[in-house]
Structures are given as structure tokens and as C-alpha cells.
């Protein structure tokens, strides 16, 4: 194969999978900065986006863009009605990181079951039918359109999450309550309401990178996993807390898995960036960007 197709092969894949990684890390990293939960289920709330996608796609018939944007919609409704059941209960529960997790775990294998007893028995693969027809060159590197439009939408999203966080006054609410909740609520943050839409502003961008993720590749149930293992492996080392430390690491990640796979394999990549998570967190146990 040409040197040159490999080298911008490799980009573009480094590039796709980067953006899908950084959303999901940084989806996982508001909602721990903020609430303190790390949420193991994020893994399943990416694999359930992209199944709902394809039952709304390919079952029900909707037009792709109308399918993406019912799903991440949903996700508002959907979040907002598992705050108010679940997560809030534990708000001022000391230790509460540990009760979260527990409390997600037992939503991982709930999900899990349901995935397997209905997606997993009706397919074994998904693919989503294409956003757009036709492909493009990149230089002598055909790339679909479709992916192309879910690495520009995913570009885009995390443009805006960034323009959130940092113009936005319930962006720098958040940010205040990452920093300090006790300060930010003395200044008049109502720190409960930020709790919540924590939540529901990570599992929407949890759900977008699921979106995006089943327009970019074909998918099995399996995904749910390495994406959770991944998100989290991102958190830690960017920094819990840190979208900025997500999204640096995510990119790092996704051309990591990108240039290992294209010269050995996917496996001994995922292989590689979590030995480089160990070997990172050795010599700096707080993260790259640590708050």
C-alpha cells in the first residue's frame, strides 16, 4: 500500500476515533467533576444511543439525521427521569463516589441483559444506513461522506461543549462547582440544579458519541465495554474533572489505537494505550490535568 494512503488513512482514523473518545470521556468527566460519580454505566449509555439509533433507522424507517437528533433528544427525558429516581438520593450521602459506582455498576448489568436478550438476539452486527451518499478523496484516500459528516458533527459538538463551559453563565457555574462546590454555593450557585444538569450534559454527550460512533462503523453489543474501559482510562489520566485533560488524552488515544492498528493490531492497541495509562499514572498519580 502507498506510504501516503497509509499515513492519511491513518489521520483520518486517528482523527474519527479521537473526537468519539474525547466526547465520551468528557461526557464521563462532568458528571464526576461535578457529582463525584464515576459512572461505570457509561459504556451501556453509549451502546443504548447507538441501538436506538438503528432500531429508529433501520426498524422504524426515519431518516438518519431525524433518527439522531429523536435519540439525543431523548436522552434529556431520559437522564432527567433517572436524577430524579436515582442519583439525587445520594447527593449528601459522605463517601458517595463509592455508592455511585456500586449504584452504576448494578445499571451496567441491567443494561447488559436487556442488550443481549433483545438487540443480541436479533443481530449479531449493526451498521446505520448512511448520513450521506457518495465518498470523497482525501488525496488518494476514499472516505465516506457519512463518516466524514459525523467526524465534522463530532468536530462541531465539541467546539460548542468548549464555548459552553466557557462563555455560557451555566458553563462557568459548573466549572465553579468542579473547583469548589462550597465556594461556588456561597457566591449563589444553586448547587443542586448544576448536580443535575451535569448529569444530563454528560449522558447527552455520552449519547452524541454513540450517535456519532454507529454512523462512523458498524458495531456489535461488545463495544459497550472497551468504550467504557477506554472513557474511563481517559478520565483518569487527563484528570477526573478535567475536559480539557479528556479531550487532550482522547485525541492521544485515538491516534494511538489508529497508528497500532495499522501497523499490528486492534487488540495489541487497546493493549498499548492502557500499558501507557499504567506507566502515566505511575509517575503522575493525580493526571495530566489534574484540577
Do not use: C
Not at 476515533?17 to 457529582?35: E, P, Q, R
Not at 435519540?71 to 437522564?79: L, N, Q
Not at 468542579?178 to 448536580?195: E, H, K, T, W
Not at 482522547?250 to 495489541?268: D, E, K, L, Y
Amino acid at each position: 500500500m502507498p506510504t501516503e494512503l497509509v499515513l492519511i488513512s491513518t489521520l483520518f482514523t486517528g482523527l474519527m476515533l479521537g473526537v468519539i473518545f474525547s466526547l465520551v470521556a468528557a461526557g464521563v468527566t462532568i458528571i464526576y467533576g461535578s457529582i463525584w460519580m464515576p459512572n461505570a454505566a457509561n459504556g451501556q449509555f453509549f451502546l443504548l444511543a447507538a441501538l436506538a439509533l438503528w432500531s429508529a433507522a433501520v426498524s422504524w424507517g426515519l431518516h438518519p439525521v431525524v433518527a439522531a437528533l429523536l435519540v439525543i433528544g431523548a436522552s434529556v427525558p431520559a437522564s432527567l427521569l433517572l436524577e430524579q429516581v436515582l442519583i439525587r438520593r445520594f447527593y449528601d450521602v459522605p463517601n458517595r463516589n463509592v455508592s455511585y459506582f456500586v449504584l452504576s455498576l448494578g445499571i451496567t448489568q441491567i443494561l447488559a441483559g436487556l442488550f443481549s436478550v433483545t438487540y443480541g438476539v436479533w443481530s449479531d452486527q449493526f451498521q446505520i444506513p448512511p448520513l450521506m451518499a457518495g465518498i470523497t478523496f482525501l488525496g488518494p484516500f476514499p472516505v465516506s461522506n457519512s463518516r466524514l459528516a459525523a467526524l465534522v458533527t463530532g468536530v462541531a459538538l465539541l467546539a460548542a461543549l468548549f464555548a459552553l463551559l466557557r462563555y455560557h453563565k451555566y458553563g462557568r457555574a459548573i466549572r465553579a462547582v468542579f473547583q469548589n462546590r462550597d465556594a461556588a454555593s456561597l457566591r449563589g450557585v444553586n448547587v443542586r440544579a448544576i448536580y443535575r444538569l451535569s448529569f444530563v450534559l454528560g449522558n447527552l454527550v455520552v449519547a452524541a458519541g454513540g450517535v456519532l460512533y454507529a454512523f462512523a462503523y458498524s458495531f456489535d453489543l461488545s463495544v459497550s465495554w472497551s468504550m467504557s474501559i477506554t472513557a474511563f482510562a481517559i478520565m483518569i489520566i487527563g484528570g477526573p474533572g478535567s475536559v480539557v485533560g479528556a479531550v487532550a488524552v482522547g485525541m492521544v488515544f485515538g491516534f494511538t489505537q489508529a497508528i497500532v492498528s495499522a501497523f499490528a493490531s486492534p487488540t495489541v492497541a487497546t493493549f498499548s494505550y492502557l500499558g501507557a495509562m499504567l506507566l502515566i499514572l505511575l509517575m503522575k498519580p493525580s493526571g495530566l490535568f489534574a484540577r
